[in-house]
């Protein structure tokens, strides 16, 4: 089974920060990754498919980078909308696997 | 405007079987992989299944493999998840999701979840 361990697993940051979340695949997993945000009480939503495509109506100041094992999650300006849990998803082969989430905190 | 919408969540005593249901609408059902996931309590994420289109192939995680069953009735545009044997550590709140197609790619939508709670 492929592991996803995702860094940190919380962060506090102020408005306007750039931050930069990890996700590391224990095996290649090519491009097969997806980014999603949860909010308290709501249901994940998909952020950011295929490493690096924004999902329709996501701004872009959040962008995703990375290949084969090593992969990031970059705001490049906190907005107050952006306080929440992030996680990472593989997709590449069963089962699929979350990263363990990093909760993003203001500061 | 796609939306799925679970039901069937409550409490349940160690050993019970519940069945989940997710009632699809806003595409055409029979064109997508899907799949439930769930998140116990203060946790993160944990896929737990996934069933092909037609319903020919199903893949699980091994903690519900032998205990949790998925299935879908196209015809009325719906998503199943049977679940016995269930344990305190099952207590989640448990998420339908379109899982794949070649056009959306993976875990584009969502449903709200609902909530099954194990416990005597």
């Known amino acids: 089974d492929i592991q996803m361990t995702q860094s940190p697993s919380s962060l506090s940051a102020s408005v306007g920060d750039r931050v930069t979340i990890t996700c590391r695949a224990s095996?290649?997993?090519?491009?097969?990754l997806s980014w999603l945000q949860q909010k308290p009480g709501k249901a994940p939503k998909r952020l950011i498919y295929?490493?690096?495509s924004l999902e329709s109506g996501v701004p872009s100041r959040f962008s995703g980078s990375g290949s084969g094992t090593e992969f990031t999650l970059t705001i490049s300006s906190l907005q107050p909308e952006d306080f929440a849990t992030y996680y990472c998803?593989?997709?590449?082969?069963?089962?699929?696997?979350f990263g363990q989430g990093t909760k993003l905190e203001i500061k | 405007e796609v939306h799925l919408v679970e039901s069937g969540g409550g409490l349940v005593q160690p050993g019970g079987s519940l069945r989940l249901s997710c009632a699809a609408s806003?595409?055409?059902?029979?064109?997508?992989?899907m799949g439930w996931v769930r998140q116990a309590p203060g946790k993160g994420l944990e896929w737990l299944a996934n069933?092909?289109?037609?319903?020919?192939?199903?893949y699980y995680v091994d903690s519900v493999k032998g205990r949790f069953t998925i299935s879908r009735d196209n015809a009325k545009n719906s998503l199943y998840l049977q679940m016995n044997s269930l344990r305190a550590e099952d207590t989640a709140v448990y998420y339908c999701?379109?899982?794949?197609?070649?056009?959306?790619?993976?875990?584009?939508?969502w449903g709200q979840g609902t909530l099954v709670t194990v416990s005597s």
């Open positions: 999701a379109r899982a794949w197609s070649y056009s959306s790619g993976w875990f584009d939508y």
């Open positions: 806003g595409f055409t059902f029979k064109n997508y992989w």
């Open positions: 069933i092909k289109q037609d319903g020919s192939e199903k």
């Open positions: 095996q290649g997993i090519r491009t097969e």
């Open positions: 295929a490493v690096s």
């Open positions: 998803l593989h997709h590449h082969s069963y089962p699929l696997t």
